[in-house]
């Protein structure tokens, strides 16, 4: 079992930039892939960006493509996203997802279904 914990959150103007950080700790952080989500008040959770084991891959929404990095520090047991450019419809609570299970699909990383353990989650809010 892993439990996962997100920080970064805040609120910030259209156009800044923030890096959330999910740290985790349990069992070794490595066989884990990971995902980032997020929740805006009245819709569903939404993919926004995943990554694999090795960090070797990295899948991003199109929404946030080309803006959003996710990224992966074993050592430091931490999987971050960097956000650039944000804009209003940014804001939402973030998730921060983990999987231990072997991934033969890239499409499993889109899925909240596929991943087995959640951290609370972070606001972030983006003012106009």
């Known amino acids: 079992q892993v439990q996962l914990e997100e920080s970064g959150g805040g609120l910030v103007q259209a156009g800044g930039s923030l890096r959330l950080s999910c740290a985790a700790s349990?069992?070794?952080?490595?066989?884990?892939?990971m995902g980032w989500f997020r929740q805006a008040p009245g819709k569903e959770r939404d993919f926004v960006a995943g990554?694999?084991?090795?960090?070797?891959?990295?899948y991003h929404a199109e929404s946030v493509e080309g803006r959003f990095t996710i990224s992966r520090d074993d050592v430091k047991n931490t999987v971050y996203l960097q956000m650039n450019s944000l804009k209003p419809e940014d804001t939402a609570v973030y998730y921060c997802?983990?999987?231990?299970?072997?991934?033969?699909?890239?499409?499993?990383?889109?899925?909240?279904?596929?991943?087995?353990?959640w951290g609370q989650g972070t606001q972030v809010t983006v003012s106009s």
């Open positions: 997802a983990a999987d231990p299970n072997i991934r033969l699909s890239a499409a499993l990383y889109y899925s909240a279904a596929s991943y087995l353990y």
């Open positions: 349990g069992r070794t952080f490595s066989i884990y892939s």
């Open positions: 990554i694999t084991r090795t960090g070797t891959s990295t």
